[in-house]
């Protein structure tokens, strides 16, 4: 249950130590790990509710993969610090995954020719990056297995806000993961939806959302969310195409990106 899951997350990081990286105060957890299991991906409460439009946003704003689309700060002003001289933005994570790079592509290659390959992965951060004036990607790299006829991921990242960070994060890390199952269904029909496995080095809270944490590990009110699922291989196509002109009628849960 969504519920009990994040409540323990954020019961967890109150025990963190206190660090000040670049002089901003943190509660921080090391080496932090959860498990959400499949469609558990709404970090939503009363006193930290989400932002539905704006992570359907941004997950449409990936499945461009364009790193020099910057239409992004028109909905959160973060992002216009973090645009390179050159007119880039590292952390949009869908240029490595859907864009140039076709990383997605090549993970369904790498599990249709080997099931239990444990190279189906696709990385972010870059040596480049940390060189960066401007922005250095959260994320190290996403895997995908496939183990006992369930698709899992492990996503892998060097630092992450529990508030908003995770909010965000957890939906479109779990889009991706939704995606990519539903490709690999055009080869394994019976395949099943496997948990999303998350480690954070540095997880953490920061001093302006002291007071929300302790009411989200105590008893602040969770509000579920509904987002349809994927119908299947050719729904992630025409996600992929971006063409939504003409949504076929099932397929909802691009209706409900798009909505």
Not at 41 to 51: A, I
Not at 74 to 89: L, M, P
Not at 190 to 213: A, K, N, P, Q
Request: proline share 3%; glycine share 4%; charged share 30%.
């Amino acid at each position: 249950m969504s519920e009990s899951v994040f409540r323990q997350i954020y019961k967890d990081v109150q025990r963190g130590n206190d660090v000040a990286p670049r002089g901003l105060k943190i509660l921080e957890l090391e080496n932090y790990g959860y498990t959400l299991h499949p469609w558990e991906r709404f970090v939503n409460f009363k006193s930290r509710k989400l932002n539905l439009k704006y992570i359907k946003t941004e997950f449409l704003w990936y499945l461009k993969g364009d790193k020099f689309d910057v239409s992004i700060a028109d909905h959160a002003k973060i992002w216009k610090g973090t645009i390179n001289e050159d007119g880039s933005i590292n952390s949009n994570y869908g240029q490595y995954v859907f864009g140039t790079q076709q990383q997605f592509n090549t993970v369904v290659d790498t599990l249709k020719e080997d099931k239990d390959s444990r190279r189906a992965s696709m990385m972010i951060l870059s040596k480049e990056h940390l060189t960066s004036d401007r922005d250095v990607p959260c994320t190290y790299a996403l895997n995908f297995r496939i183990r006992k006829n369930k698709l899992k991921m492990t996503v892998r990242m060097r630092s992450q806000d529990a508030i908003f960070g995770m909010g965000n994060d957890a939906a479109c890390f779990s889009f991706i993961h939704e995606m990519m199952l539903n490709a690999l269904k055009e080869f394994y029909p019976e395949l099943e939806y496997g948990d999303y496995f998350h480690s954070s080095d540095s997880f953490h809270v920061y001093e302006r959302h002291f007071e929300m944490l302790k009411k989200l590990a105590d008893d602040d009110l969770y509000l579920p969310v509904y987002c349809p699922p994927i119908s299947g291989p050719d729904e992630v196509k025409f996600l992929r195409a971006l063409e939504f002109d003409n949504i076929p009628d099932e397929y909802l849960f691009t209706r409900w990106l798009t909505t």
